[in-house]
């Protein structure tokens, strides 16, 4: 299967290199002149770390070599079954580039945006054949992440999903269906691991440590929330809350933090950039965290409510299944349970108890309890 790949930067390389290694023939464009070389760089660095570690072997890494073809041209895109756009995040810029795509490529291709944050049916508006166009977002590192969000637009023909969805099944990833709307999943029900951890260090009951330790320690995550940020990057991490926020008309539950804002002015972008909450430099001291078990299990049942709170919205919002919502917070940022899972293992009233104690004690919007929670505590009902 001939496969489309526009924009060669961290998100269409990986695309590429897992449309490649799953035995199609890909086609790469990008504007930049120099991103081929780059591209090729990298890609071939990717390739002999695999060898090396024994995940394939020579000739798999040259047929993956082979099958990428970076071209100069779009027109070169002629007999694509699907092209992914990864091109920069900009509304009008993505417009144009389909409205000339669509002039070159056959009648039944599928046009796909790995947009983070802009509107499906927003892009597609901009085709003739909007029918034809979904998103497709895979998350960074796509050779890595096993997730995929597959995005119907309010115009986009159900076949056209379906087909979608079983070209990147057959790429070996997960596929979840979600909505069009602001974060689609995981950008949108991960907020409060970010957010409501912010919120916790702002009020001083523990720093960035002790927050980190409380999520890992009586939560099982990987990651505590300041190192993910770190991990991610605070600017890239800022701009997601920020985009939610503004896409949902200035929800205050979205609300972003002066903490992370100074810290991206500061440039403390985390691990790339050496330092961000904590510091990365050679000889750095990693500081302890304070741990008193009240403490800690009080930071993560606060985190995990609002967790489950949102997450139990977007099922409420028909964002997408509750399997769906549930596989795509595992696979997609590595939760160590589906958070609706967690909600019947920790009890919804005591779920609802709890965001009905916080939203009393504060009187904010972002501590109101889901509706969806408050029906299922009345009827006694579970989620699975
Ligand atoms: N980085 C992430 O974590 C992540 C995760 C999921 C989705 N996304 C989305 O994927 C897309 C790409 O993000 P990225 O992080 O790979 O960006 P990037 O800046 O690393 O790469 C973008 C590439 O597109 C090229 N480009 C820009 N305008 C172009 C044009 N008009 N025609 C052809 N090429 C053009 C640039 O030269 C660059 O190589 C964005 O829509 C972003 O929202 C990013």
Redesign the pocket.
Known sequence: MKIGI???????SGIAEVAATAGNEVVL????VA?EDKFKKGLAKNLSKLVEKGKIDDVKAKSIQSNIHFVSKLDQFKGCELVIE????NLE??Q??FSHLESIVDENCILA??????SITAIAASCNKPERFIGI????PATIMPLVEVIPGVMSDPKILSRGREIINSWKKTTVVAKDTPGFIVNRIARPFYGESIRVYEEGFADFATIDWALKTYGGFKMGPFELMDFIGND?NYTVTETVYKEFWNDPKYKPSFTQKRMVEAKRLGRKSGKGYYDYSEGAIMPEPNKDEELGKNIFWRVLVMLINEAAEALYLNIASREDIDEAMTKGVNYPKGLLKWADEMGIQHTLDTMDRLFNEYHEERYKASVLLRKMARDGKTFY
């Open positions: 526009i924009g060669a930067g961290a998100m269409g464009y990008d504007s930049y991103a990864a091109i920069i995040e810029t993505k144009e580039i945006s790995n947009t983070s944050s802009l977002h895979f998350f960074n890239i």
